[in-house]
């Protein structure tokens, strides 16, 4: 069964203190594999996507990596801002499936700390 | 920025009762979608139309039903509340492309408690 596990499922950092989010995958083959912010009382809302060719992908203070051989992603954030409060979904896109098709993390919510 | 909204966004009901979820979208996409969310769980799947004339059953939609009015519109229907049906619900549209990079757009989600 395909699967996308996340940790950890909350954690609080200071403010301007680095973080790294765990993603762990059990979909083969896959097409995609986005990180989504979601913050409280909104949408989630894309951050990065990455192919299972590519290994790292940055957006600001968020860097995603990748490693398709052992089915793991990360995101880092750097510099944290309270406005990281938020959580954080790993969503992997099976291939050879309908466009529609998306496995969802249970996410991590993340509390940035003044 | 208001490109896929949804209405209302908070609703309480009560078991038994019938209601409709509504999502408007400005971004011109033809391909739509229903999910919901609960703690713990990731988002599920309950319903998508890849246009007006074309809607498909997602992984949960026993006990749901949905409308196509226009390309800009899907609603969600509940036809009778249920408790288990508490969840925060979002409407999602995306465009034409390339499967790989096809992203999902969210609205704000609808909180809806059945009581």
């Known amino acids: 069964k395909n699967q996308v596990e996340q940790s950890p499922q909350s954690l609080i950092i200071l403010e301007g203190k680095n973080c790294t989010l765990q993603c762990n995958y059990t979909v083969s083959p896959f097409s995609n594999l986005r990180w989504y912010k979601q913050d409280t009382g909104r949408g989630p809302v894309s951050l990065t996507i990455m192919t299972f060719s590519e290994n790292t992908k940055s957006n600001g203070r968020y860097t995603a990596t990748l490693d398709a051989d052992t089915k793991q992603s990360s995101l880092h954030i750097t510099a944290s801002q309270l406005s990281d409060s938020a959580s954080y979904i790993c969503?992997?896109?099976?291939?050879?499936?309908?466009?529609?098709?998306?496995?969802f993390g249970t996410g991590t919510r993340l509390l940035v700390s003044p | 920025d208001a490109d896929v909204t949804q209405t209302p966004r908070n609703r309480i009901t009560k078991t038994g009762k019938r209601i409709m979820l509504e999502c408007s979208q400005t971004?011109?996409?033809?391909?739509m979608y229903w999910y919901r969310q609960d703690p713990g769980l990731g988002l599920r799947l309950i319903y998508y139309?890849?246009?007006?004339?074309?809607?498909n059953k997602g992984e949960i939609s026993d006990g749901y039903s949905v409308s196509r009015q226009a390309q800009a519109k899907f609603s969600l229907s509940l036809e009778s509340a249920i408790p288990n049906q508490t969840a925060l619900y979002f409407c999602a549209t995306s465009g034409p492309g390339g499967d790989s990079y096809n992203e999902q757009f969210f609205g704000p989600g609808t909180r809806l408690t059945v009581l």
């Open positions: 969503v992997v896109r099976p291939m050879n499936t309908g466009f529609q098709k998306l496995v």
């Open positions: 139309s890849f246009d007006v004339k074309d809607i």
């Open positions: 971004k011109g996409h033809d391909r």
